[in-house]
T-cell receptor
Framework: EPEVTQTPSHQVTQMGQEVILRCVPI?????FYWYRQILGQKVEFLVS????????KSEIFDDQFSVERPDGSNFTLKIRSTKLEDSAMYFC???????????FGSGTQLSVL | DQQVKQNSPSLSVQEGRISILNCDYT??????FLWYKKYPAEGPTFLIS?????DKNEDGRFTVFLNKSAKHLSLHIVPSQPGDSAVYFC?????????FGAGTRLTVKP
C-alpha cells in the first residue's frame, strides 16, 4: 500500500539553527500538508500546499517557516532559525483530490536544544 | 483555532462495551468529517468519514453520527476491543482545508 514517507524520524538541533524536514507524499496525490503536535497537545495545522503554492497557512507558520516541492516528489518544511518552542512531532500528509482523506507519514520528532 | 473541539481528553471503557467519542465544530461550511486513530510514535490513520449531507455512516464496529443542527458528531465503537486503545482525532474539512480536534485518548480495559 502506498504511504507517505518522512525523514529523518528524529532530528536534534541547536536553537537558532536551520532544519529541513523531508517528506515524500503518495505519488498521485495533489494536496500536501504539514501538521505538528507538541507533546501532550493537539495536532495543529501549519500549512497546506497545492499546485506548487501555499493554499493556506496558520498563524504558527510565520516567516521562519517555508515549504517547497523542489522536484515533483519531495515536499519539505524548512525552519530557518529554530526556537525551543518548535520542538514537536511534525507530520506530513497528502490527499488525493476530493477524497477528503489525509494520509499521514510517521512523523519527524524535532528536538530543539 | 477552535473550529473543531473534543472536550473529553480521555475515555475508559470495558472490553465488549460501547465507546462513544464526541466532537463539536463551529464552522458550518465544513463539508466532510473524519475520524483518525493514532498510536504512539505513529502518524494518524484514517478510520471513518461522513459527508455533511448524511447523518450516519457505518463500517463494521465503527459508526459515525452527524447532527448538523447541533454541529456535533460522534464515533461509536461497538463492541470495544483492547486493540482500539489509542488517541482518536475528529477532523473536519472544507475544500482541502482540514482541521483537527485535540483528541480523545480511549482506553479499553480487558
Amino acid at each position: 500500500e502506498p504511504e507517505v514517507t518522512q525523514t529523518p524520524s528524529h532530528q536534534v538541533t541547536q536553537m537558532g539553527q536551520e532544519v529541513i524536514l523531508r517528506c515524500v507524499p503518495i505519488s498521485n496525490h495533489l494536496y500536501f500538508y504539514w501538521y505538528r503536535q507538541i507533546l501532550g497537545q493537539k495536532v495543529e495545522f501549519l500549512v497546506s500546499f497545492y499546485n506548487n503554492e501555499i493554499s493556506e497557512k496558520s498563524e504558527i507558520f510565520d516567516d521562519q517557516f517555508s515549504v517547497e516541492r523542489p522536484d515533483g516528489s519531495n515536499f519539505t518544511l524548512k525552519i530557518r532559525s529554530t526556537k525551543l518552542e518548535d520542538s514537536a512531532m511534525y507530520f506530513c500528509a497528502s490527499m488525493w483530490q476530493g477524497s477528503g482523506k489525509l494520509f499521514f507519514g510517521s512523523g519527524t520528532q524535532l528536538s530543539v536544544l | 483555532d477552535q473550529q473543531v473541539k473534543q472536550n473529553s481528553p480521555s475515555l475508559s471503557v470495558q472490553e465488549g462495551r460501547i465507546s462513544i467519542l464526541n466532537c463539536d465544530y463551529t464552522n458550518s461550511m465544513f463539508d466532510y468529517f473524519l475520524w483518525y486513530k493514532k498510536y504512539p510514535a505513529e502518524g494518524p490513520t484514517f478510520l471513518i468519514s461522513i459527508s455533511s449531507i448524511k447523518d450516519k455512516n457505518e463500517d463494521g464496529r465503527f459508526t459515525v453520527f452527524l447532527n448538523k443542527s447541533a454541529k456535533h458528531l460522534s464515533l461509536h465503537i461497538v463492541p470495544s476491543q483492547p486493540g482500539d486503545s489509542a488517541v482518536y482525532f475528529c477532523a473536519a474539512k472544507v475544500a482541502y482545508d482540514m482541521r483537527f480536534g485535540a483528541g480523545t485518548r480511549l482506553t479499553v480495559k480487558p
